[in-house]
Structure formats: structure tokens, C-alpha cells
């Protein structure tokens, strides 16, 4: 079946250093892709998504691009803060009927310090 | 909109005892997921509905889970009786069907003694 997987955390960075975090996934079809972050205490929120091949999903200085080639939308922010310390979650989008199902990696933890 | 709206925020309870976790999806979606959080085994999907129908309750452990959605407006997630391998965090989350952004509310930390 589909599935993602994303790398293991935690990832600890120093404040303004460049973040990737890989993901790459396995579908038959043609799925989206999504981005989620979690902040500590509160849900899943959406930070960003790409529905085609080639799309760039971008939010918040965030940047991910749908490879269908290498089957890989990996996370990428070019200058990180302290506040952007939390975990993230690759996720792709499993159509069934009329209602999309999304499949989740195992969240990557991000760690920023001053 | 005030988003997706889960009760109890906490709950602590004793082992066999019942427990009911409520949610209220976005006014106008359509889709209602329930999923349990835990550091052994990540982020999983329960069940979800569509319509108020369910489709998919694959994910849901064994018989002592359940979930309803009598209405457009309201779902449950019962687990009777309860065992501490329960603890977990609850997330319900929303959609529009005819898009794929879910939209998850607060969660429920469970913990079962």
C-alpha cells in the first residue's frame, strides 16, 4: 500500500541555519503531498501541500517540491528561528471515494536554539 | 470559525471504566477523521466518516472502540472498557470532501491508570 517515509529526529539546529528534512513516498497513483506541523501541545496544522509533479508547495519561508522522479518531497527552509522548533509531518493523500485519506510519516522533530 | 473543537481537553481515568471523547468538526465539512497519537506508534488513523457515513474503520484497535456521527455537527469516540495501553492523545480533524486539507482540533490527552 502507500506509504511515507520521512527521516528520524531529533534534528537540532542553531538559529539562521539552513533545515531539510527528506521525505520520500511510495503511492500508485498520482497522490498530493502535504507538509504538517505540530507545535508542542496542539494539533496537526497544514503548513504546506503540492497536488502535481513539480509543484512547489511554499509557507512561512518553507519550501517543498513534489519529484515524482525520485518520489520525494523534501522540506527545506533556508534560515530557521527558535520558533520554528517542533515536529513536522510528511504526508500524502489516498483518494477514496469522495473523501481523501492521509497517510502520515513518523514526524520528524526539530530542534532550534538560539 | 472557531475550528475544530474537541472535549474533554484531559482526561484520567481508572482502568475498565468507559470513556467518551467528543468532537465538533468545521461548520461545512463534510469528511471527520478520528486519529491516536503515540510516541511508540505515531500519528493513526482510527476511522473516518464521510457524509456522517462511515468508510474506513480499519484502523480502529478491537471491539472495546467505537464511534458514532448521528449528525453533520457531532461525533463520538467510546472506548469500553478502558486499559492504560489507551493512553494516548485523540485528534479529530475535518474536511471539505471535495478538497484534502484536514483540520485537526486540539486533541484529548487520555491516560488510563
Known amino acids: 500500500g502507500d506509504s511515507v517515509t520521512q527521516m528520524e529526529g531529533p534534528v537540532t539546529l542553531s538559529e539562521e541555519a539552513f533545515l531539510t528534512i527528506n521525505c520520500t513516498y511510495t503511492a500508485t497513483g498520482y497522490p498530493s503531498l502535504f507538509w504538517y506541523v505540530q507545535y508542542p501541545g496542539e494539533g496537526l496544522q497544514l503548513l504546506l501541500k503540492?497536488?502535481?509533479?513539480?509543484d512547489k508547495g511554499s509557507n512561512k519561508g518553507f519550501e517543498a517540491t513534489y519529484r515524482k522522479e525520485t518520489t520525494s518531497f523534501h522540506l527545506e527552509k533556508g534560515s530557521v528561528q527558535v520558533s520554528d522548533s517542533a515536529v513536522y509531518f510528511c504526508a500524502l493523500s489516498d483518494r477514496l471515494g469522495n473523501t481523501d485519506k492521509l497517510i502520515f510519516g513518523t514526524g520528524t522533530r526539530l530542534q532550534v536554539f538560539p | 470559525d472557531a475550528g475544530v473543537i474537541q472535549s474533554p481537553r484531559h482526561e484520567v481515568t481508572e482502568m475498565g471504566q468507559e470513556v467518551t471523547l467528543r468532537c465538533k468538526p468545521i461548520?461545512?465539512?463534510?469528511?471527520l477523521f478520528w486519529y491516536r497519537q503515540t510516541m511508540m506508534r505515531g500519528l493513526e488513523l482510527l476511522i473516518y466518516f464521510n457524509n456522517n457515513v462511515p468508510i474506513d474503520d480499519s484502523g480502529m484497535p478491537e471491539d472495546r472502540f467505537s464511534a458514532k456521527m448521528p449528525n453533520a455537527s457531532f461525533s463520538t469516540l467510546k472506548i469500553q472498557p478502558s486499559e492504560p495501553r489507551d493512553s494516548a492523545v485523540y485528534f479529530c480533524a475535518s474536511s471539505l470532501g471535495t478538497t484534502n486539507e484536514q483540520f485537526f482540533g486540539p486533541g484529548t490527552r487520555l491516560t488510563v491508570l
Open positions: 461548520s461545512g465539512h463534510n469528511s
Open positions: 503540492a497536488t502535481k509533479a513539480d
